[in-house]
């Protein structure tokens, strides 16, 4: 795994990469929970999976979080420092398909930017549906903003929500998980993740 600061409008991000055997078939970019970071298990689990499917996978810390900040800024800023990094990337492997996706507010970030960056799917770990102080609200909306595929992997007991199925998206719910998945759930998580790449993988090659 190879790391590297990568300069956004707002700092600094950092972006850990991970790269297959071979030539890559695909780039998949993944963010963090808002006061988490890149090595959680189950971003661990999905990237090892991913990579052995032969996707480069790239981790990418958040400004805030780089500068030793816990509590995000407002969603348009973390949007505005994503874009930046995955723009970066994309010029340093042109042609690759394009995957987004991270856990919580990770997941939020790549729900509401992948239409602008042209991915071919999303992959949402433990999106967080509720908002913890405002329970009577939900973040559906944003959930649904990808015109693309989308796999939503959750903690069965997930106190902030459990997304429901629907057109374009897979749910797939991990017994004896909250919303943190460790641990066997977040093996079975990278297995649930490399299953849903094949099958997109072999929808994109019989279109």
């Known amino acids: 795994m190879d790391a590297a600061l990568v300069p956004t409008p707002h700092g600094d991000a950092r972006v850990a990469l991970d790269l297959p055997q071979g030539e890559p078939v695909a780039l998949l970019a993944l963010g963090h929970g808002a006061g988490g970071d890149v090595d959680s298990a189950d971003l661990a689990a999905v990237t090892e ?31 505005e420092a994503w874009l930046a990094v995955i ?56 959930l649904a903003l990808p015109a693309v ?11 902030f929500g459990i997304p429901p199925a629907a057109p374009g998206r897979t749910v797939h719910l991990l017994t004896g998980a909250t919303h943190t998945i460790r641990g066997p759930a977040a093996a079975a998580a990278g297995a649930a993740v490399a299953g849903w790449l094949a099958d997109l993988a072999a929808t994109r090659s019989r279109g």
């Open 149 to 159: 595929p989308v796999l939503v992997v959750q903690g069965a007991g997930d106190p």
């Open 87 to 142: 723009r970066r990337l994309r010029q340093q492997a042109p042609g690759l398909p394009l995957l987004v996706g991270g856990r919580s507010s990770g997941a939020r970030v790549a729900c509401r930017t992948a239409s602008e960056l042209g991915a071919v799917g999303v992959v949402a770990i433990a999106f967080p549906t509720r908002p913890p102080r405002t329970p009577d609200r939900d973040r559906l909306d944003e």
């Open 49 to 79: 999976a991913a990579v052995r499917d032969g996707l480069a996978v790239a981790r990418v810390t958040q400004p805030y979080r780089v500068a030793g900040r816990r509590t995000p800024p407002r969603a348009p800023v973390l949007d």
